[in-house]
C-alpha cells in the first residue's frame, strides 16, 4: 500500500470512529487561518474544513462546521482581513451537523445566500430532520437553513469572478455534492477539488445492499470524484485526505509542491471504493448468517 493510499485509509478510519462516537475535540479546536492556493483559504477548525475563495465582487464559503463553531469561522474570515458581509454565497458538502451546524447562524450574520444541491437543500431546510439519510435517528439536528437555492449537477455556482462547480456524489448522503473551481498564484492556475466524505455509513439496521439503486449512486460517485479536475485535494474532514499533513509539510519545507497531486482525486475514490465494496460483502456476510 502506497503511503497516500495509507493515509486516506487511515482518516477514513478515524472518520468513521469519531463519527460513530459524536463529536471529536479536533472538530472545534480552533485552527488559525491560512491560504490554500491563490484565493482559496482555510477558515475551519482543526478538524472541520470551511473554505473561503474571495473575489473584489464578494466571497463563496464552503461550509460552516458546527453550530457552535461560527463565531470561530467568522473570526477566522476576519483574521485574513475579509468582510463577513463580503460573504455572498454559502455552499455545503452534505446536510450533516459538522457540515452544516453553522451554516444559519453564518448566513444571518453575512447576509449570504445558501445553496446545495436538491436534496442536501431539503435536508438543510429541515435541519437535518431527513429520513432518507443513512444515519437517520443518528446524526444530530441542527439550526435550520432558510431559503437554500439548488445548484445543479453541473451548474456553477457563481459570485464576481468566482465560479465554483457542483458535482453530485450521493452515497454518504443523498445530497452530497462535491466541488471544483480555479484558484490562481503568480501566474499558475490550479484546479480544487472539495471532495465530499465518501465513507459508507448508517443507523443500526440500515443497509446500502437493500438499496440497490443507491448502492449504483454512490459506485457512480467513486467515478465522478475519480475524474474531477484535481490539482489539489480538500476533503470536508481533512484527516480524511492527509490535508494537515500536506500544509505542514509546503510550510515546513518551503515546497508549494507538497500539496499539489494530480492523482489525489483518484487516489481518495479508489481508497473509498475498496471500503465500500468491503462494506457491502460483510453486510451480505451478515444476511446469511441471519438467514435472510
Given at each position: 500500500?502506497?503511503?497516500?493510499?495509507?493515509?486516506?485509509?487511515?482518516?477514513?478510519?478515524?472518520?468513521?470512529?469519531?463519527?460513530?462516537?459524536?463529536?471529536?475535540?479536533?472538530?472545534?479546536?480552533?485552527?488559525q487561518p491560512f491560504r490554500i492556493y491563490g484565493n482559496s483559504w482555510y477558515v475551519g477548525t482543526r478538524g472541520l474544513s470551511a473554505v473561503l475563495i474571495t473575489s473584489p465582487q464578494g466571497h463563496v464559503l464552503i461550509d460552516g462546521t458546527l453550530e457552535g463553531n461560527a463565531a470561530q469561522i467568522e473570526a477566522n474570515i476576519r483574521a485574513l482581513g475579509f468582510r463577513l458581509r463580503d460573504v455572498r454565497l454559502i455552499l455545503n458538502s452534505h446536510a450533516h451537523?459538522?457540515?452544516?451546524?453553522?451554516?444559519?447562524?453564518?448566513?444571518?450574520?453575512?447576509?449570504?445566500?445558501?445553496?446545495?444541491?436538491?436534496?442536501?437543500?431539503?435536508?438543510?431546510?429541515?435541519?437535518?430532520?431527513?429520513?432518507?439519510?443513512?444515519?437517520?435517528?443518528?446524526?444530530?439536528?441542527?439550526?435550520?437553513?432558510?431559503?437554500?437555492?439548488?445548484?445543479?449537477?453541473?451548474?456553477?455556482?457563481?459570485?464576481?469572478?468566482?465560479?465554483?462547480?457542483?458535482?453530485?456524489?450521493?452515497?454518504?448522503?443523498?445530497?452530497?455534492?462535491?466541488?471544483?473551481?480555479?484558484?490562481?498564484?503568480?501566474?499558475?492556475?490550479?484546479?480544487?477539488?472539495?471532495?465530499?466524505?465518501?465513507?459508507?455509513?448508517?443507523?443500526?439496521?440500515?443497509?446500502?445492499?437493500?438499496?440497490?439503486?443507491?448502492?449504483?449512486?454512490?459506485?457512480?460517485?467513486?467515478?465522478?470524484?475519480?475524474?474531477?479536475?484535481?490539482?489539489?485535494?480538500?476533503?470536508?474532514?481533512?484527516?480524511?485526505?492527509?490535508?494537515?499533513?500536506?500544509?505542514?509539510?509546503?510550510?515546513?519545507?518551503?515546497?508549494?509542491?507538497?500539496?499539489?497531486?494530480?492523482?489525489?482525486?483518484?487516489?481518495?475514490?479508489?481508497?473509498?471504493?475498496?471500503?465500500?465494496?468491503?462494506?457491502?460483502?460483510?453486510?451480505?456476510?451478515?444476511?446469511?448468517?441471519?438467514?435472510?
Open positions: 500500500m502506497n503511503p497516500l493510499t495509507r493515509t486516506l485509509w487511515i482518516g477514513a478510519a478515524l472518520l468513521a470512529a469519531s463519527l460513530a462516537h459524536a463529536n471529536d475535540p479536533a472538530w472545534s479546536q480552533p485552527q451537523a459538522d457540515h452544516a451546524g453553522a451554516i444559519a447562524r453564518l448566513a444571518h450574520d453575512s447576509g449570504a445566500t445558501v445553496a446545495a444541491s436538491a436534496a442536501g437543500a431539503k435536508a438543510l431546510r429541515s435541519g437535518g430532520d431527513d429520513p432518507d439519510d443513512p444515519q437517520y435517528g443518528m446524526a444530530p439536528r441542527y439550526p435550520a437553513v432558510t431559503p437554500v437555492e439548488v445548484v445543479a449537477d453541473g451548474a456553477a455556482a457563481r459570485v464576481g469572478s468566482i465560479a465554483v462547480t457542483a458535482h453530485d456524489t450521493p452515497g454518504h448522503t443523498p445530497g452530497s455534492t462535491s466541488w471544483t473551481w480555479r484558484s490562481c498564484e503568480e501566474g499558475r492556475c490550479l484546479s480544487l477539488a472539495y471532495v465530499d466524505s465518501l465513507t459508507a455509513l448508517g443507523r443500526e439496521g440500515f443497509r446500502y445492499s437493500d438499496e440497490p439503486a443507491r448502492v449504483e449512486a454512490f459506485r457512480q460517485s467513486f467515478a465522478t470524484v475519480a475524474g474531477l479536475p484535481c490539482d489539489i485535494l480538500i476533503t470536508p474532514h481533512p484527516d480524511a485526505s492527509g490535508f494537515m499533513q500536506k500544509i505542514a509539510a509546503r510550510d515546513r519545507d518551503h515546497a508549494p509542491a507538497a500539496l499539489v497531486d494530480t492523482g489525489a482525486c483518484r487516489a481518495y475514490a479508489a481508497a473509498a471504493q475498496s471500503r465500500f465494496e468491503q462494506h457491502l460483502a460483510k453486510e451480505r456476510q451478515g444476511m446469511q448468517r441471519a438467514g435472510r
